[in-house]
């Protein structure tokens, strides 16, 4: 069984920052992709970044120039950086990744439980 755990949300003033961090485990073959993605109150869950495997990355164009993502493949971990945030990236944030299980064996979407960020004004 795989786990995406999250960690790093929480209260924030604009113009702070925050660190998430996400890390997969179970029995793992190997990660394809890995992402942010957050979902505010009424409105859809939307991409925020995203990371494959060879360090490739693309960001939702709100949140680029202030927010980075990048991995550690030894530790199954993605982060997102977030800085200068601001009150509409209020939202729950979940983490995704792509990738090979060997049992059942294939390629598979998993979710993180989600991490609640706040900005206050």
């Known amino acids: 069984q795989v786990q995406l755990v999250e960690s790093g949300g929480g209260l924030v003033q604009a113009g702070g920052s925050l660190r998430l961090s996400c890390a997969a485990s179970?029995?793992?073959?190997?990660?394809?992709?890995m992402g942010w993605y957050r979902q505010a109150p009424g409105k859809q869950r939307e991409l925020v970044a995203h990371i494959t495997n060879s360090g490739s990355t693309n960001f939702a164009d709100s949140v680029k120039g202030r927010f980075t993502i990048s991995r550690d493949n030894a530790k199954n971990t993605v982060y997102l950086q977030m800085n200068s945030l601001k009150p509409e990236d209020k939202a729950v944030y979940y983490c995704?990744?792509?990738?090979?299980?060997?049992?059942?064996?294939?390629?598979?979407?998993?979710w993180g439980q989600g991490t609640q960020v706040t900005v206050s004004s």
């Open positions: 995704n990744a792509n990738l090979r299980t060997y049992f059942p064996p294939g390629a598979y979407d998993y």
């Open positions: 179970g029995r793992i073959a190997s990660i394809n992709a």
